[in-house]
């Protein structure tokens, strides 16, 4: 069994940065497919970026490209989520979760069926 917690969240005021962890233990996580989602009050949790079990294949949804970084040391069986220029509408839950498929080499998964465990977030607000 894999538990993961999320760390780094926190109040910043818009344009800043955050750095969110996701520490994984149990089981080490190095052969998974890692992802980051979140979910704002009233909203379905959304899918925001992903990473392949190497780390040499990433995917981010189009709302966080070119300012969400998703990385992992998998020496550490840790995930990182770089956020810059944050906006308030980043307000959310975040949660990391891994994909269970060892060594998979197909599309990065993206949607909340593809994982199978989950931490149990940390809260980002974004003052305006």
């Known amino acids: 069994q894999v538990q993961l917690v999320e760390s780094g969240g926190g109040l910043v005021q818009a344009g800043g940065s955050l750095r969110l962890s996701c520490a994984a233990s149990?089981?080490?996580?190095?052969?998974?497919?890692m992802g980051w989602f979140r979910q704002a009050p009233g909203k379905e949790r959304e899918f925001l970026a992903a990473i392949n079990w190497s780390g040499g294949r990433t995917y981010n949804t189009d709302s966080v490209k070119g300012r969400f970084t998703i990385s992992r040391d998998n020496a550490k069986n840790t995930v990182y989520l770089q956020m810059n220029m944050l906006k308030p509408e980043d307000t959310a839950v975040y949660y990391c979760?891994?994909?269970?498929?060892?060594?998979?080499?197909?599309?990065?998964?993206?949607?909340?069926?593809?994982?199978?465990?989950w931490g149990q977030g940390t809260q980002v607000t974004v003052s305006s």
């Open positions: 979760a891994a994909d269970r498929r060892p060594y998979y080499s197909g599309s990065i998964p993206r949607s909340r069926s593809d994982y199978d465990y």
């Open positions: 149990g089981r080490t996580v190095s052969s998974y497919a």
